[in-house]
C-alpha cells in the first residue's frame, strides 16, 4: 500500500527555513505570503500500515521537534490533480 | 488562503535519500518496505494562488529534477486525520 508521510517543525519550534522562503518570495515581488513552513515529504510502499507510526518514532521524524502526518492511500484524496 | 507544496524528484532522477532511508528502515527491522522516497512539504498561506506556479518555478521547486503538486486548501482533503 502506497502511504504518505508529512513532516512539519512542531508550531513552538522555530522555522528559520520557512522564515528564509517567506523573505526569499517578497524579495521576487510575491506579495501577500504569510506562514510559510517547510517540512518533508516521504512517500513509501508499506506492507503493513501499522508499522509507520513506528517508523516515523524511530527514523522518519524527531519527535521532539517535529510533528508528523500519516495519509494512507494517498491516491484516494483530492491532492492528486 | 492556505495552500500546500509537495515537491518530489522526478521519476527518473536518482533519489538517494530515498534509497539511504529505504535501506535504514530495512536495518531496524521494518520489512515489506519498498519505492521510498524523499521530498520537501512547503505550506504557505498566499492571498492570490494563482502566483503558485510562479513561486515553485522560480523559488520552490528545481523543475529541473524536481516534480511538484499544488494542493489548494489543503484543509478540505482528508489527508488530514
Known amino acids: 500500500m502506497r502511504a504518505r508521510i508529512l ?3 512542531k508550531a513552538a519550534i522555530l522555522d ?3 522564515q528564509t522562503v517567506q523573505r526569499a518570495l517578497a524579495a521576487l515581488g ?3 505570503v504569510a ?5 518533508r515529504l516521504i ?3 508499506v506492507d503493513d500500515p501499522a ?3 513506528a517508523m516515523c518514532e524511530t527514523l522518519l521524524a524527531n519527535p521532539l521537534i517535529e510533528e508528523y502526518e500519516i495519509v494512507s492511500d494517498p491516491s484516494g484524496d483530492p491532492t492528486t490533480p
Chains 1, 2 share one sequence.
Open 51 to 53: 508499522q509507520l507510526e
Open 43 to 45: 512517500e513509501l510502499d
Open 35 to 39: 506562514n510559510v513552513h517547510v517540512g
Open 7 to 9: 513532516i512539519r517543525p
Open 16 to 18: 528559520p527555513q520557512g
Open 30 to 32: 510575491f506579495d501577500g
